[in-house]
């Protein structure tokens, strides 16, 4: 093994967490030819597909059961390995949390440079990782590695829920407002981190804090849209669910939280490139007249394990603005 004493674990990795997500536009350009062929073989209803790129995929395989399933992984967004591991685990849960359901189990996805970094380290992410697995009350039931120059580090998840409550980005309707349940800033934090070593306490608390009690909230405040906030920030993915429900979503900058910390590392230049590559991908179609530059990064930042985006109202969590009728701009920043 090499020694590494000198080198911290971010600085393996080309994009930290969600940011190192290839862009939207470019993914949508791709996928969108693919489709199943048609057969009679297959188990159970799928409900939820590619269609809208919603957060996780859900089958029907017997009446009131969904199975959801859905994986992400991603580079180092912070030097802590065991941090690292809860960082990416509770993003991966994120998803079924995002679709009202309850993760069941979950296989590890460990891509790791064997010949760089010491095992006792990989280690460490995946305890991280069985950690926030544990606190969510889901298996992890092995999984798969192999050698990769880059360490990336997730999971496979599958989860329950029922079908009739399913949380989904097409679900939105006219005249309901926007929540929100995690603070923005988490891309730029992450951005200075890497670039400085120095740890936000905040942005770690927060990218470990599982969606699982907003879930359950939600499911039980029968809400049926929403969607999770990740690499294509509040202003992509508000975008996705906009589009996909055919209505237009209005957004009240100054409704929505941010971290401590989050406005000074865009001042001191610590922008990644996913939260710029967000933000040119939905400007076309966003009227964001008199928001400023500092305002539209911190809406398009690129988050990591970040909270849910909900189509209604639920305790303790801030509304950040509503969906109206299509109005033919699919995003409005006032």
């Known amino acids: ?103 069941v189990v979950a296989l590890n996805l460990l891509c790791w440079p064997r010949d760089i970094l010491p095992y006792e380290m990989a280690a460490e992410v995946l305890r991280g990782g069985l950690a926030v697995a544990d606190e969510a009350g889901c298996h992890v039931a092995g999984g798969h590695s192999v050698d990769d120059p880059e360490p990336k580090y997730g999971m496979a998840v599958t989860g ?32 200075r981190h890497k670039a400085t070593g120095e740890v936000h306490a905040g942005a770690v608390e927060t990218m ?41 979503a209005v957004i009240d900058a100054a409704a929505v939280p941010y971290l401590d910390g989050a406005r000074a590392a865009i001042r001191e230049g610590y922008v990644p490139g996913g939260s710029r590559r967000n933000l040119d991908w939905v400007a076309p179609e966003s009227d964001l007249d008199g928001v400023s530059e500092e305002d539209r990064i911190l809406l398009a930042d690129a988050q990591t394990s970040g909270g849910l985006l909900l189509v209604g109202e639920i305790p303790g969590h801030p509304v950040i603005g509503e969906l109206v009728p299509d109005d033919g701009v699919r995003l409005r920043v006032r």
């Open 1 to 103: 093994m090499t020694a590494v004493a000198d080198k911290r674990l971010t600085g393996y990795a080309h994009g930290g967490g969600c940011a190192c997500k290839i862009p939207p536009g470019e993914l949508e350009s791709f996928v969108r030819t693919l489709a199943p062929a048609p057969t009679a073989e297959r188990v159970g209803e799928l409900v939820v597909g590619l269609d809208d790129g919603d957060d996780a995929a859900a089958v029907t395989i017997r009446d009131g059961l969904a199975l959801i399933a859905t994986t992400d992984f991603f580079t180092p967004v912070v030097d802590d390995p065991y941090d690292w591991g809860r960082i990416a685990a509770a993003n991966a849960l994120s998803d079924v949390y995002a679709m009202g359901g309850r993760p």
């Open 160 to 191: 329950t829920a029922d079908p009739a409550k399913l949380i989904r980005n097409d679900a939105g309707r006219a005249g309901l407002p926007l929540t929100l349940t995690k603070p923005l800033g988490l891309g730029v934090l992450n951005n």
């Open 208 to 248: 470990t804090t599982l969606n699982a009690a907003a879930a359950r909230a939600a499911v039980d405040a029968g809400i049926l849209a929403g969607t999770d906030v990740t690499g294509f920030g509040l202003l992509g993915h508000a975008f996705k669910l906009a589009r996909a429900s055919g209505v237009t």
